[in-house]
């Protein structure tokens, strides 16, 4: 494990795990479960974690960095946002007055406002591995990436890298 990539549920951006390994080039995707001598699965040869959720935003993700930074060791945490994204189609403000609006429920003040929609591409992605450098969650040792991902070429295209001296 060295590897965490942070990218959006929407189905077609499921290659992004595959496109930043290819990327790298050094890691094992998707790699294979090792069996003991009865069969049991004890591990996995894959060396990059795909953690999924709305627009790919880091914020959702930290919990899952401290998590596998415990179990395992990270190395790399990489944050891919992707064309034609569902969280453009919206505002921050837009989201929380719908919520409200729908379920008779505030959730204003639960999130980071920046981090609930994407208005612009590169600030969205730069916004994120920001945020990432900041939090307690993640060790300050490790190498932060952010991409676009054009999700009809399949074109990855690094926006910011962020690697410690
Ligand atoms: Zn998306």
Known sequence: MK????????????????????YFGDEVYPGENILDEAGNRIGN???????????GRALSALQSVATMDYLFKVQNVVVVHH??????AFTPEALVNE???????DISTMFDHDS?????????????????RGSPAVPKSVKLYGFFYEINSGKLTEVVRDVPA
């Open 3 to 22: 590897t965490i990539v942070i990218h959006c549920f929407d189905p077609r951006a499921s290659e992004i795990p595959q496109a930043v390994a290819d």
């Open 45 to 55: 040869t894959r060396t990059l974690f795909a953690v999924s959720n709305a627009g």
């Open 83 to 88: 064309s034609f994204c569902g969280a453009t």
């Open 99 to 105: 919520f409200h609006d729908h379920h008779h429920a």
């Open 116 to 132: 609930l929609a994407i208005e612009h591409f590169e600030e969205s992605i730069r916004h994120d591995v920001e945020l990432l």
